[in-house]
């Protein structure tokens, strides 16, 4: 099946500065790569996706990467903000059904 | 719309006790999804229903497990009898096809703790 590492497991950055989340994937047949927030006390949200056909998205201060041949993707958040402090878990979605297989976490904390 | 619903948020009770966890999906949703997460384990998908029907339940650890879903609106994951080792937060989450990228929706989760 599946599997997918998220790397790094947690993140401390300064506020205004930039966050990098990476993600590899072990199956190459996997298709749809989604990002959740969850906050303290939540349950997982979706904040931004990206599919196989597509190399990046956007979306204000937050964008994907993905690179197929490589088999990873990343998180990208430019001008961080103190309520962009949570846990980011990325995703993949194996073309065997519809489950999504998530990284382990990264617990981002911004600074002021 | 509410999002989805489950109950209880928190849950103590002893080892050897059954322990049932409910959710209600989003309204018009089709698929609903089980997930429990643990510091060791992360994330981890325990069953999924289509249109109420069990499709996939190769993460449900054990026996000990079960899970039901009698209508389109109501779900409920069963452990009996319950371990320390259960102890985790549940979630439940209900997304709109089985297609591929249909946003799973999550709810706030149950914290469950078995002593």
């Known amino acids: 099946g599946e599997n997918v590492e998220q790397h790094p497991s947690t993140l401390s950055v300064q506020e205004g500065d930039s966050a990098v989340i990476k993600c590899t994937y072990s199956?190459?047949?996997?298709?749809?790569f989604p990002w959740y927030k969850q906050e303290l006390g939540k349950g997982p949200q979706l904040i931004i996706d990206i599919r196989s056909n597509v190399g990046e998205k956007k979306d204000q201060r937050i964008a994907v990467t993905l690179n197929k041949t490589a088999k990873h993707f990343s998180l990208h958040i430019t001008e961080t903000q103190p309520e962009d402090s949570a846990v980011y878990f990325c995703?993949?979605?194996?073309?065997?059904?519809?489950?999504?297989?998530f990284g382990g976490g990264t617990r981002v904390l911004v600074k002021p | 719309d509410a999002g989805v619903i489950q109950s209880p948020r928190h849950e103590v009770t002893e080892m050897g006790q059954e322990v049932t966890l409910r959710c209600k999906p989003i309204?018009?949703?089709?698929?609903l999804f089980w997930y429990r997460q643990t510091m060791m384990r992360g994330l981890e998908l325990l069953i999924y229903f289509n249109n109420n029907v069990p499709i996939d339940d190769s993460g449900m650890p054990e026996d000990r497990f079960s899970a039901k879903m009698p209508n389109a609106s109501f779900s409920t994951l069963k452990i009996q009898p319950s371990e320390p080792r259960d102890s985790a937060v549940y979630f439940c989450?209900?997304?709109?096809?089985?297609?591929?990228?249909?946003?799973?929706?999550f709810g706030p989760g149950t914290r469950l703790t078995v002593l």
């Open positions: 995703a993949a979605y194996g073309a065997a059904g519809n489950k999504l297989t």
């Open positions: 989450a209900s997304s709109l096809s089985g297609r591929i990228g249909s946003e799973q929706f």
């Open positions: 199956d190459s047949a996997s298709n749809y």
């Open positions: 309204s018009g949703h089709n698929s």
